[in-house]
């Protein structure tokens, strides 16, 4: 039977169901006729499975809370229940159309509508926030709008669902909402949401309304997930620079990584959009970066580490705005300094390095080469020190770089593009080019106002051209068609670049620019600046053969956020550009003791694991094939996949050998087909998958191989095989009810389990041998801990779990297992995410998350 027929038979006393309007990925729509109202309406039914896995009763008793919701931009809800096993609730059918209609239908909105939108959006948001509601689920699809007027859907109903699912259900990674428009600690399955998240959705969906796409894309959910929590937004007034000053700023720091760094509520979300008055509290530098030191003197005698590397970047480009896409080019958090070749064919960049001044510019760094767009990357010189920005040679065969290799002298080296020994050409240089008649040309670090020619075979001097005007050059670049340098530097107390000719006499100049260099028809140059934001812009100048300029620029970028370690880079289809986004590492670590950093890529992190006896930590990273397991050993070291396949997985964790790992695979790529539980093996990769009774997941393995797994709503445990045979079921007391994941006792006899809700949290214990439940500690010993599982029933016997007071550090407590009073174990070495923790069997060695903001490149591309 059909779900319509079956709709039609359970429901018919009420509701005549005609057909289906929408389809989303929790439920399926419906219009109908209320007969006892004589009304359209539009009845919503829970996806099958979703239904089965939440229960009725729970789901209902959950619903009712925001069926109480009375405001003008929320959208009423009628009726709800269970309807032959499916549940539903029952809304007012809208003669209108989405917000996702609408911008599918126009792409941008203007502005004043889209602000006001968001505006009366935000009036819902706050009143259902006062009262306690987090709607979770703030999307295009979910705003209605009737006669020009939103309303919004589902309000509470995501909500619902994660409650009656209980914490499992966030555990699983099943987060609830749309990747797009998900706040990063949504995506990444925190479970204490608050308003800031839903701030942080109606930010997502302003943007899209102004730019006409939401703030990060890809092409599958992990993807998107990955960038909503390690890339930022291009800035929308670059998008569409009629947008207020006002409106940007509020947008973006609507759309913070850090929930404290949010608007603390949607009401001054919607006050910081009024007018340019409302304070947003934020930095002039975009994404909550710090504006680079103004100290001119330094800037010009370091314009090399602005690094514009423009003289690399050889093509002509049309001025007129065209559209913008972006691909990531590197995933290691530490890439800088781009230089693309002159056919656009080659990327060459600086991996590593330190950024702490008190480093002293000490740390190693490699130079390497890609091939655009998707090339994997080759390491040119590894481990050398004090590395420069790269130039191209006009073929796209060699590479000058100023550097100290290891075990060599420092200065200007060549190095060829497909490998070998770089070879010395001067013993230092500030900025430096290709010449011509096989020659470099590079200014000295002796400060003066010279450029050298040397030859590119021998390293000998060949010339020496003395810069007039009273300009000291610090980049320097050279025309092959007309034979003029154009330099950058510092002229008197300013900043600027200059037109010289092969005697030295300036031709022309250009004020307030911090790099440049020449276009590759020869006559054009290409300029940059850097506005009171730190935002750079590229700009295109016409020169006449003469060396004078023909033209005002053209700006062909603008508004990208740079400091002195990332950079910009032309190519032939738009530009390479180097930005800093949050991401976060892997770390070690032991109890009061040291940290160490296991994970030195920016991609996408979950689930740390350590191994039973402290030496292993697993991990779940998105890579080129999906979301696989991988292992690196806790003391640091290489690390190794443990999977290789396109998978989806979620949760991890280690059998009682050591050798084997458990994960949870959904499938069909986004859940909606369900998920298995996997084991893989250590070393072979061999996997083997098993399901469970229903609604039923794995929370730890014990010793004897068997293992605890819980239902979703918290209702039960059970003891299973690793076959998924349920060997003894243990129904929960209401009392308790929900539980959160538990931990076996290194008796094996007992559990630990996180129970009550979140006002009435305490720690109990069920016996597997008689099934009876006790307090470990009394009713709101775990009150501060912000709802965060038990990490460990350790050997020691004592339960390990977080604590952590407002947004100060988090601290690792314990309690007695056999019951007491909670007591401080340590605080942690490292900045952890508490909801991203793990602790070896014997608590000694812990393994988590830590986010960091650090840089990688992408590139630009400009089509009409």
Request: proline share 6%.
């Amino acid at each position: 039977m059909s779900e319509l027929a079956r709709l039609n038979r359970a429901l018919g006393e009420h509701y005549r169901i005609e057909r289906e309007i929408g389809a989303g990925g929790m439920a399926t729509v419906y219009l109908a006729e209320d007969l006892r109202h004589q009304r359209r309406v539009a009845v919503k039914v829970l996806r099958p499975d979703l239904s089965a896995l939440l229960g009725g009763d729970r789901f209902l008793n959950e619903i009712r809370v925001t069926a109480n919701l009375q405001h003008p931009h929320i959208l009423p809800l009628f009726d709800s229940g269970d309807a032959d096993g499916l549940l539903f609730y029952v809304m007012p059918y809208v003669e209108g159309e989405s917000l996702a209609d609408r911008i599918g239908r126009e792409k941008q909105l203007p502005i004043d509508e889209a602000v006001r939108i968001a505006r009366e959006v935000a009036g819902a948001l706050d009143y259902a926030h006062r009262r306690g509601v987090i709607h979770r689920d703030i999307k295009p699809a979910n705003i209605l709008l009737q006669d020009g007027t939103a309303l919004v859907s589902d309000f509470g109903i995501a909500l619902a669902v994660s409650n009656a699912g209980g914490a499992r259900l966030t555990e699983t990674g099943l987060s609830l909402g749309t990747p797009a428009y998900m706040s990063p600690e949504q995506a990444t399955g925190g479970r204490q949401l608050d308003a800031r998240s839903d701030v942080y959705s109606l930010g997502a969906v302003l943007y899209e309304m102004l730019t006409g796409d939401p703030p990060h894309t890809g092409s599958t959910a992990q993807a998107v997930i990955a960038a909503v929590v390690a890339e930022q937004p291009r800035d929308v007034a670059t998008r569409r620079p009629r947008v207020a000053p006002h409106v940007a700023e509020a947008v973006h720091r609507a759309l913070e990584k850090l929930p404290a760094d949010r608007f603390p509520s949607a009401a001054e979300f919607a006050r910081a959009l009024e007018g340019p008055a409302a304070p947003t509290g934020r930095s002039p530098a975009r994404g909550g970066q710090r504006a680079a030191p103004r100290r001119w003197l330094r800037v010009a005698l370091e314009l090399l580490g602005v690094a514009i590397c423009l003289a690399a970047g050889r093509l002509l480009f049309a001025p007129a705005p065209l559209r913008e896409s972006r691909t990531r080019l590197t995933f290691t958090g530490d890439a800088r300094l781009p230089a693309t070749s002159a056919d656009g064919r080659w990327l060459a960049y600086i991996r590593g390095g330190c950024r702490a001044a008190s480093a002293g510019g000490e740390c190693a760094a490699d130079v390497v080469v890609q091939e655009l767009p998707t090339g994997m990357p080759a390491v040119l010189v590894a481990g050398a020190r004090r590395v420069g920005e790269v130039v191209w040679n006009p073929d796209g065969s060699a590479l000058l770089v100023t550097m100290t290799p290891a075990g060599s002298e420092p200065g200007l080296y060549l190095v060829p593009r497909t490998g070998g020994v770089p070879r010395k050409l001067a013993d230092g240089a500030w900025g430096y080019a290709f010449a011509a008649a096989g020659t470099a040309a590079y200014v000295p670090q002796q400060r003066g106002p010279v450029i050298r020619l040397v030859d590119l075979t021998t390293g000998d001097l060949r010339d020496s051209v003395v810069v007039g005007g009273g300009w000291i050059p610090v980049g320097v670049d050279f025309n092959p068609r007309s034979g003029k340098f154009l330099i950058t530097g510092a002229h008197g107390s300013a900043l600027g670049a200059a037109i010289v000719d092969a005697r030295g006499r300036v031709l022309d100049t250009l004020d307030q620019v911090r790099g440049g260099g020449w276009d590759s028809d020869g006559r054009h140059a290409l300029i940059s600046t850097i506005d009171a934001r730190s935002l750079v812009h590229v700009m295109r100048v016409p020169v006449r053969a003469s060396g004078r300029l023909a033209g005002k620029p053209v700006e062909i970028l603008g508004g990208v956020r740079q400091d002195e370690w990332t950079g910009v880079a032309v190519t032939p289809a738009g530009f390479v550009v180097g930005e800093a986004g949050h991401t976060a590492d892997v770390w070690s670590f032991t109890l009061g003791g040291t940290a160490r950093r296991l994970t030195h890529s920016s991609t996408w992190y979950q689930a740390p694991v350590v191994s039973p006896d402290g030496r292993t930590v697993a991990y779940l990273k998105q890579d080129a094939w999906g979301a696989n397991i991988y292992a690196a050993p806790a003391a640091g070291g290489d690390e190794h996949p443990v999977t290789t396949d396109s998978g989806l997985r979620l949760i991890l964790r280690w059998l009682p050998d050591g050798r084997r790992l458990s994960t949870l695979l959904l499938l069909g790529g986004s859940g909606r087909g369900g998920f298995m539980h996997e084991i893989a093996e250590m070393g072979t990769g061999r996997r083997r998958q098993f399901s469970l009774a229903p609604g039923f997941i794995v929370d730890e393995w014990r010793p004897d191989f068997t293992a605890i797994a819980g239902d979703q709503d918290g209702r039960a445990y059970a003891i299973v095989d690793s076959t998924g045979r349920t060997l003894r079921r243990f129904p929960v007391p209401d009392s308790l009810l929900p539980l959160v994941a538990g931990q076996t006792a290194p008796s094996v006899r007992e559990a630990v389990v996180d129970a009550g809700d979140r006002r009435h949290r305490r720690f109990v214990a069920v016996d597997f041998t008689t099934g009876v439940w006790r307090a470990v500690g009394p009713a709101g010993a775990n009150d501060s801990t912000h709802g965060f599982a038990v990490l460990r029933w350790a050997t020691d016997g004592f339960v390990y779990f977080t604590r952590q007071e407002g947004s100060g550090p988090v601290e690792l407590w314990r309690i007695p297992g056999k019951g007491g009073v909670p007591q401080r174990a340590a605080a942690l070495p490292v900045k952890c995410d508490p909801g991203m923790l793990s602790l070896s069997a014997d608590a000694r060695v812990g393994a988590c998350l830590v986010s960091d903001e650090r840089p990688d490149l992408y590139l630009v591309e400009r089509r009409r």
